[in-house]
């Protein structure tokens, strides 16, 4: 609850957490994305971002709630940007 997301390079994978804090671990962003299912999303080969701190997206990219910048691919826009459309539709109902 506390992930704003993760990123990932080579063989390690630093995860971002809401207050700015950063814990860097080796592994891979796949079994970082196993583990953290329900609120996040892939956007991109190296990002998995929590729906839940988005603050507002463009065709390319997602902007957080902390202004950072994150890319989304070609390959993962409809999915990424369809899970956050209804996420955000689920909060308001």
Do not use: W
């Amino acid at each position: 609850d506390r992930i704003l997301y993760v990123s990932s390079e080579r063989n390690s994978v630093e995860i971002h957490m809401v207050d700015g804090d950063k814990i860097t671990t080796y592994g891979k962003l796949d079994d970082a994305e196993e583990q953290l299912k329900s609120n996040f999303v892939r956007c991109h080969k190296s990002y998995l971002v929590n729906l839940k701190y988005i603050a507002r997206y463009t065709a390319t990219q997602f902007i957080m709630m902390n202004g950072k910048i994150i890319p989304i691919s070609r390959s993962r826009k409809k999915d990424s940007t369809d899970r956050y459309v209804l996420f955000k539709g689920a909060l308001a109902k």
